[in-house]
Nanobody
Framework: VQVVESGGGLVQAGASLSLSCAASGTTFGVHAMGWYRQAPGKELVALIN??????NSGESVKGRLAISRDNVKNTITLRITNLKTEDTHMYYC?????????WGQGVQVTVSS
């Protein structure tokens, strides 16, 4: 299974950003897809509940996340609005299929003030 993320980069605070993830090579289809992020030295944090599609409502991201999923193309897009410097993280896509979990390589998002 190949998991490919795109859309990271350097953005200014206050801007919006969309991160896309595409899964391919699955044999029996994709069961779930999700987005996580991780800051250096910190734990991985789920940005959505990959099983029911609800977004993380924690204070750090509350009201700023939106998810769109295409179950035919096996893609998931995360949109983050009103970016803050604390959104600077590596962002990872996770795909779950019949054979297990598959992580993408990650994309760096850096938010400048």
């Amino acid at each position: 299974v190949q998991v490919v993320e795109s859309g990271g980069g350097l953005v200014q605070a206050g801007a919006s950003l969309s991160l896309s993830c595409a899964a391919s090579g699955t044999t029996f289809g994709v069961h779930a897809m999700g987005w996580y992020r991780q800051a250096p030295g910190k734990e991985l944090v789920a940005l959505i509940n990959m099983w029911d599609g609800t977004v993380n409502s924690g204070e750090s991201v509350k009201g700023r996340l939106a998810i769109s999923r295409d179950n035919v193309k096996n893609t998931i897009t995360l949109r983050i609005t009103n970016l803050k410097t604390e959104d600077t993280h590596m962002y990872y896509c996770l795909v779950v299929d019949t054979f297990g979990q598959h992580w993408g390589q990650g994309v760096q998002v850096t938010v400048s003030s």
